[in-house]
């Protein structure tokens, strides 16, 4: 099992800054790709980015590519997703999500789901 808890949401106006934190423990946690969604009510869950196990590949949407930054710390268990130039589009839920292998795009590729933190961009 691995437990993932997410921090650093909440209220940003347009064009500002947000840094979440996704804190792992359970099983190694260096094992894992490490992936960002966010989900808006009546949408489906939507990739944002991950990040390869040892952290020297990154992959990104299309729409926050520039903007958004992913990286992780595996002595602290900790991935992180930077997030700049903030939108009103950027307005979700963001999930971290760890997954073994598979598809990094699909939500069905991820195993072990965080409980999401809300991230809302007034314009």
Not at 36 to 53: A, D, L
Not at 68 to 79: G, L, W
Not at 102 to 119: E, H, I, L, M, R
């Amino acid at each position: 099992q691995v437990q993932l808890v997410e921090s650093g949401g909440g209220l940003v106006q347009a064009g500002g800054s947000l840094r979440l934190s996704c804190a792992a423990s359970g099983r190694t946690f260096s094992n894992y790709f490490m992936g960002w969604f966010r989900q808006v009510p009546g949408k489906e869950r939507e990739f944002v980015g991950g990040i390869t196990w040892a952290g020297s590949t990154t992959y990104y949407a299309g729409s926050v590519k520039g903007r958004f930054t992913i990286s992780r710390d595996n002595a602290k268990n900790t991935v992180y997703l930077q997030m700049n130039s903030l939108k009103s589009e950027d307005t979700a839920v963001y999930y971290c999500a760890a997954a073994l292998n598979g598809d990094k795009w699909a939500p069905s590729s991820y195993g072990y789901w965080g409980q999401g933190t809300q991230v809302t961009v007034s314009s």
